[in-house]
């Protein structure tokens, strides 16, 4: 079964807005949580990462939100730009060797 | 450059004819891993290795070997493929030195395989 589970599948945004992603997940062994981006033909890259000690993590445009009570993390692209349309995932580790992604989300910022 | 290269990037090929895709890192990473990604169920860990003649099995290892005999190269071999192994394969690497807690993998380009 999936171990996170990530929503929206698809989103669109007007350029400006904040789009917002949001994950789940059932294990609390995870310790650590990045957020990837991936471009068409590329493979993805780190973005963004939060240990579950932190509640919030910002860098520059991006924040992630984590709440372990909850067992939810979200990614939060504020004033977000045409540039930022790509696929977006999730993911969850154990000790950062043992992966497991989201579904991912395609994000359309329309000009 | 630093890099993550895989090969080939797309391969069709039949149904039980052995074949190898290869992944090398030029970053003297001790990490490297496999994932097959796939429409609706996003990126699936295969195998990774946390150093030289070290392999572990990720989420979905059925029907694949590794084998990590230097620490650049990291080869996945498919030794009887099937159609259900059509996927959008992607080697990643990081180094183990990096704060425990952040580790940014690298990933390559991807290798497109289809197997008919």
């Known amino acids: 079964q999936q171990q996170v589970k990530q929503s929206p599948q698809s989103l669109i945004v007007q350029k400006g807005g904040i789009s917002i992603i949001n994950c789940a997940y059932e294990n609390t062994a995870f310790d650590y949580f990045p957020w990837y981006q991936q471009f068409p033909g590329k493979g993805p890259a780190l973005l963004i990462a939060?240990?579950?000690?932190?509640s919030e993590k910002k860098e520059g445009r991006f924040t992630i939100s984590f709440n372990k009570s909850a067992k939810q993390f979200s990614l939060h692209i504020m004033d977000s730009q045409p540039g930022d349309s790509a696929t977006y995932f999730c993911?969850?580790?154990?000790?950062?060797?043992?992966?497991?992604f989201g579904t991912g989300t395609s994000l359309t910022v329309i000009p | 450059e630093a890099q993550v290269t895989q090969n080939p990037r797309y391969l069709i090929t039949v149904t039980g004819k052995k074949l190898t895709v290869t992944c090398s890192q030029n970053?003297?990473?001790?990490?490297m891993s496999w994932y097959r990604q796939d429409p609706g169920l996003g990126l699936r860990q295969i195998y990774y290795?946390?150093?030289?003649?070290?392999?572990d099995k990720g989420d979905v290892p059925e029907g694949y070997k590794v084998s990590r005999k230097e620490k650049r190269n990291f080869p996945l071999i498919l030794e009887s493929p099937s159609p259900n192994q059509t996927s959008l394969y992607f080697c990643?690497?990081?180094?183990?030195?990096?704060?425990?807690?952040?580790?940014?993998?690298?990933f390559g380009d991807g290798t497109r395989l289809s197997i008919l």
């Open positions: 970053m003297n990473h001790e990490y």
């Open positions: 939060i240990r579950p000690d932190v």
């Open positions: 993911a969850a580790s154990i000790v950062s060797n043992q992966f497991y």
């Open positions: 990643a690497s990081a180094s183990l030195k990096w704060d425990r807690g952040y580790q940014p993998q690298h």
């Open positions: 290795s946390m150093n030289v003649e070290v392999t």
